[in-house]
């Protein structure tokens, strides 16, 4: 099993690591896959800037009955001398088909991430739920939707102006993947977390991917992501938006 870590040729706003959103089916790719991602960004003279980011995602998959994946990624940032960017994140996804054609399948999943300035030392989720494949076509791609619930803990890092928390969330999401006739694939994921008992506590994030193939198991991928927090730490703002352009090398 191979890995490597590539420069980026283009990063604006956040940096953030990514090693790839489409949706997981189960069949495709029976065994062992993965995929790693890394980006290096770094400027001198004038002005001193340094991004570093690096994702890994390794993947089974049964073949018959469910697939199992797991993700973790790293990013770091700093600008003159002073930190701006610190967070890690790590998932972990098992899916089970329901009936023959998988078009249903159950879903639990574990989640934990860390991220500096937002104040948050780890916030921890563990989720289950079903997933439905309403669009299986060559033509149109595959469109599923998901319904899961989750239990969400929250410790933050300053406790006295940020009580941590323990939530119950709703957790849906809208996926979409599309893959043309040179293997480029376009996907988009987004999801919406409501509290249960105060709808307007949520938090949602969008997330488009353009994968282009350069050479062989080598490719490029273009990212963007809007994620918005409706009740966020004091002194953190709602919004977040990030763009990536990166290579991503799938085994």
């Known amino acids: 099993m191979r890995s490597f870590l590539f420069l980026s040729l283009f ?8 090693v790839t959103i489409a949706p997981v089916d189960i069949g495709t790719k029976t065994g062992m896959s993965g995929n790693v991602s890394g980006s290096l960004s770094s400027k001198s003279g004038n002005t001193q800037k340094d991004e570093y980011s690096l994702g890994v995602l390794l993947q089974y998959d049964q073949g018959i009955d469910y697939v199992v994946w797991g993700t973790v990624t790293y990013d ?61 076509s060559s033509e149109w791609g595959k469109g599923y939707f998901g319904a899961d619930g989750l239990l969400e803990k929250i410790n933050y890092a300053h406790q006295q102006s940020n009580p941590n928390e323990n939530n119950i969330r709703l957790n849906t999401y809208l996926a979409f993947t599309q893959t043309f006739i040179n293997e480029s694939k ?34 490029l991928s273009f990212t963007a992501k809007y994620g918005y927090d409706s009740c966020p730490p004091i002194d953190v703002k709602k919004e977040d938006t990030s763009y990536l352009t990166s290579l991503l090398w799938i085994f």
């Open 11 to 18: 990063i604006s706003t956040s940096l953030f690591a990514l």
């Open 76 to 136: 770091y940032g700093k600008s003159n001398g002073t930190k701006n960017e610190d967070k890690t994140y790590a998932h972990l996804r098992y899916i089970h088909a329901i009936d023959e054609r998988k078009e249903f399948t159950g879903e639990f999943f574990l989640q934990t991430e860390q991220d500096k300035f937002k104040d948050i030392n780890a916030r921890s989720l563990a989720g289950t739920g079903l997933r439905w494949r309403f669009l299986n």
């Open 186 to 219: 376009l996907s988009y994921l987004g999801y919406y977390q409501p509290k249960f008992g105060d709808i307007s506590d949520y938090v949602s994030v969008q997330t488009l991917e353009l994968i282009v193939p350069i050479y062989g198991k080598l490719n």
